[in-house]
C-alpha cells in the first residue's frame, strides 16, 4: 500500500520561530521527495525536491530525508506572516505517481 | 517565469452532463499529470501522460475520464457524464524529465462543481 502519513495540524508558531513539519512512509519504494505549499483553493506550489537521505537547504527552508526511518521533514527558518498556508509533502516511486500527505496547516502570527 | 495554465478557474455543471478541463503545461515539458482536491481532502492522483499516451493512472480514473493531448501545447481531461461527487478542484502538473529526475509544477487549478 502506498501511504503518507502528515499530520495535519494546524499548527500555529510566533514570528520568528523555528517551524518543523514531517511526514512518514511506508513503502520503501518511494524514492524521490517533495514539499509544496498551498494556499487556500490555490495549486501547490514546488518548495523543494530531493531524492537522497540527508538534507537540502534553499534560503529559509531545509528538506531532510531519512529513508532508513522513512521520515521526511520540513524546517523553516525564521519563520514569517506570509509562510502561512498548507504544507503538503508528496512522494514518487517512479516518473508517474506522486502521492501526497493530508497537508499541515501553518499559521504564523505576528 | 513559465507556468502551467489551465482554463477555466470555475465550471458548473449539470450531473450527467461532459465536461472539458483545459491545460496548457510548461513548454518543453515531457510529462503531464492530472491531480484532483475534494475539498478538504487530499490530493489524489489520478493520470500521467507521457509520449502521448497514459502512462499509469489511479483507480479513481476509470472509464467515465479520459485524457488527450490534441496538438503540442494543449492537454485535456475529459469526463463524460459527471456525478455529484466528481465536484473538486483539479490540478494539471507537468515536469520536464519525470519525477524521478525533476520535480513537478502545479496550475492553479479548475474548481468544478457538479450540481
Known amino acids: 500500500q502506498k501511504e503518507v502519513e502528515q499530520d495535519p495540524g494546524p499548527l500555529s508558531v510566533p514570528e520568528g520561530a523555528i517551524v518543523s513539519l514531517n511526514c512518514t512512509y511506508s513503502n520503501s519504494a518511494f524514492q524521490y521527495f517533495m514539499w509544496y505549499r498551498q494556499y487556500s483553493r490555490k495549486g501547490p506550489e514546488l518548495l523543494m525536491y530531493t531524492y537522497s537521505s540527508g538534507n537540502k537547504e534553499d534560503g529559509r527552508f531545509t528538506a531532510q530525508v531519512d529513508k532508513s526511518s522513512k521520515y521526511i521533514s520540513l524546517f523553516i527558518r525564521d519563520s514569517q506572516p506570509s509562510d502561512s498556508a498548507t504544507y503538503l509533502c508528496?512522494?514518487?516511486?517512479?516518473?508517474?505517481?506522486?502521492?501526497f500527505g493530508a497537508g499541515t496547516r501553518l499559521t504564523v502570527k505576528p | 517565469e513559465p507556468e502551467v495554465t489551465q482554463t477555466p478557474s470555475h465550471q458548473v455543471t449539470q450531473m450527467g452532463q461532459e465536461v472539458i478541463l483545459r491545460c496548457v503545461p510548461i513548454s518543453n515539458h515531457l510529462y503531464f499529470y492530472w491531480y484532483r482536491q475534494i475539498l478538504g481532502q487530499k490530493v489524489e492522483f489520478l493520470v500521467s501522460f507521457y509520449n502521448n499516451e497514459i502512462s499509469e493512472k489511479s483507480e479513481i480514473f476509470d472509464d467515465q475520464f479520459s485524457v488527450e493531448r490534441p496538438d503540442g501545447s494543449n492537454f485535456t481531461l475529459k469526463i463524460r457524464s459527471t456525478k455529484l461527487e466528481d465536484s473538486a478542484m483539479y490540478f494539471c502538473a507537468s515536469s520536464p524529465q519525470g519525477l524521478g529526475a525533476t520535480e513537478a509544477f502545479f496550475g492553479q487549478g479548475t474548481r468544478l462543481t457538479v450540481v
Open positions: 508528496a512522494i514518487a516511486y517512479n516518473n508517474n505517481d506522486m502521492r
